[in-house]
């Protein structure tokens, strides 16, 4: 049975508006993303009692547009950021052998290599090292291998042949980042957090020359909140400076860089392994994801729209052309069944590219008693949410407990292994193909019963939601358990419907706003603006992705407003 300390339901909104709305923390940090419930995470575990406020949605930023991997970052090697690899690769294997067995899963990738003899020892020379530093953290990955020409072939049979004479076979990891995030942000809530989304910080609040509390508006109500704590924690990511700036700090700490990719259907490239190479200017993937390829990714300044940055037909092109280099069978435009643009925030430094920039973290102070956590990566969370709850405390002269994380499995993980040796009683219990119920056990691990259980009580759940795999059982978990308050939540984050449907989404959108509206208690007036939103929303994003540049892309995306925004409500 699901814990019910871990339903983010609409009743558990309620209750956390009205905690956090006066109340008095140990720390409060601001941002729903990755760093920021992993900080939540940390915090709570260790005794403390939080409130996390968040803007949107769990993950609505940077946090559900990564490339979706687990990696310790094999090209750091080549800027000699040796402790940012070992480091990364210690978390990985924490990740997908411990903590998130479920929702973190190993990878294969092909280096391909043009060059016989120098680049062989190069290229192979960075992965020995690569899998050594893993080994040092007792990693359970397989090791690399060298692969000749034909070996390459049989190893990836879609890769263009001439281009080619051989390759290494390595591994690294993979996971769906947006529900990563919320995992955490629910054991999180597990441990004592109280956990307010659609709540944005409006200033801070100060107490004998320290920051001491928070004002916020609820963005669903228009209600104003205050809370205090003794510590408070900024970790918005791109949206860092913003945040600074209500404290009087105008410096500029982080830069965004912009990184999209392409999403086709996995039939369009002959392969069931990964694909990693260099371009001039990034790094391009072809990471197989489920049912389709995700193919990125650029690395360019992104100076406009944080909210809903934007790709434009020049960065689709690109991602096409360098893909292309490589398969054997050209990709078109025809093909892409989803795009989305995320912003990486990094430290500001003396890098003169992004492409070059630190992706390690940095914590400040920039005034007392607020801490700010940026930069960094999703696979390192752990140890930056760690990192931050002790200076954050530090700084403020407080003493507590050490982190407990690396010991504490995410809600699904526990019972994972037991329930997935049952996948196929599970498929002739409940009526499913067992390849629905492996999909299922990726996205729930042992919680994937209470999702199926919602079929006893309505047969209708057991249906596919229109243009995908997903069950009308997963919407209404959406909506119960995980914080879905719109459409824009369920079909983008708690789904992939966005970008893994040709139509984004928009034929399963009245079916899927049918199953929230019963629990969210929506009339036809709030079906209706959800749908024209959504629908608003994707004909913006098609929009933009047919602008020739940044600006013009830019402009074409907020054309949709956000759903979120005050006095929608």
Same mark, same amino acid.
């Given at each position: ?54 803007? +949107? ?50 990878? &294969? ?258 005034? &007392? ?72 056990? +990726? ?66 959108? &009245? ?30 994003? +098609? ?27």
């Amino acid at each position: 049975m699901i814990d019910p300390k871990t339903s983010l339901g609409p009743e558990y909104r309620r209750r956390t508006l009205d905690t956090v709305d006066g109340g008095t923390f140990d720390v409060i940090v601001v941002g729903g993303g990755i760093t920021g419930i992993g900080c939540a995470l940390d915090a709570a575990s260790r005794g403390l009692t939080v409130a996390v406020v968040e803007q +949107r949605d769990l993950a609505s930023g940077t946090s559900s547009r990564s490339s979706k991997l687990i990696h310790g970052g094999l090209r750091y090697l080549e800027q000699m950021d040796f402790g940012l690899v070992r480091e990364a690769l210690r978390e990985r294997e924490l990740l997908v052998s411990k903590i998130a067995p479920h929702l973190v899963w190993p990878v &294969p990738f092909v280096y391909p290599l043009q060059h016989r003899v120098w680049e062989r020892a190069y290229v192979g020379a960075g992965i020995m090292l690569y899998d050594g530093l893993a080994k040092l953290g007792k990693s359970t990955m397989p090791m690399h291998r060298h692969l000749s020409h034909k070996k390459l072939i049989e190893a990836f049979p879609g890769i263009k042949r001439s281009a080619f004479v051989g390759g290494i076979l390595y591994y690294d990891a993979g996971t769906d980042d947006a529900r990563y995030v919320t995992a955490v942000a629910r054991t999180a809530a597990r441990e004592g957090a109280h956990i307010l989304t659609s709540t944005r910080v409006t200033g801070f609040t100060r107490k004998d020359g320290r920051v001491h509390g928070i004002t916020a508006t609820c963005l669903e109500t228009g209600r104003a909140v205050n809370a205090t704590a003794s510590v408070i924690i900024n970790a918005t990511g791109v949206w860092t400076d913003s945040v600074e700036c209500l404290v009087g700090d105008e410096e500029t700490d982080v830069t965004a860089s912009k990184g999209i990719h392409i999403v086709v259907p996995k039939d369009r490239i002959k392969s069931s392994i990964g694909f990693i190479t260099k371009t001039k200017t990034s790094v391009l993937f072809l990471i197989p994801h489920g049912d389709f390829w995700l193919i990125g990714t650029t690395d360019t300044k992104w100076d406009l729209d944080l909210d809903h940055p934007a790709a434009s037909r020049s960065d689709v092109l690109y991602v096409l052309e360098q893909a292309n280099k490589v398969v054997d069978v050209p990709l078109t435009e025809d093909d892409i069944v989803g795009v989305f643009a995320g912003l990486r925030p990094l430290v500001a430094g003396t890098a003169k590219s992004t492409a070059k920039a630190s992706r390690e973290h940095s914590i400040t102070h920039p005034a &007392p008693g607020l801490t700010t956590i940026a930069g960094g990566k999703f696979t390192t969370y752990r140890l930056m949410a760690e990192d931050t709850v002790d200076r954050a405390f530090e700084e403020a002269g407080v003493s507590i407990p050490g982190t407990l994380t690396a010991e504490l499995q995410l809600v699904g993980a526990t019972n994972y292994a037991d329930t997935a040796a049952k996948s196929s009683h599970l498929a002739s219990e409940y009526g499913i193909p067992e390849h629905q119920i492996d999909r299922l056990l +990726r996205r729930y691990g042992d919680e994937v019963t209470d999702v199926l259980d919602l079929f006893r009580t309505d047969s209708k759940l057991a249906e596919p939601v229109p243009s995908g795999a997903y069950l009308g059982a997963e919407i209404k978990f959406a909506v119960e358990h995980e914080g879905a308050l719109h459409l824009d939540d369920v079909l983008a984050r708690r789904t992939r419907l966005s970008i893994e449907s040709p139509d984004r989404g928009v034929e399963a959108a &009245p079916v899927v706003a049918a199953i929230m509206a019963e629990v969210l208690g929506w009339d036809t007036t709030i079906v209706k603006r959800e749908l024209e939103h959504y629908e608003a929303r994707v004909a913006a994003e +098609r929009e933009s992705q047919t602008m020739p540049d940044d600006l013009t892309a830019d402009a074409a995306r907020l054309g949709a407003p956000d759903v979120r925004m005050l006095g929608e409500h």
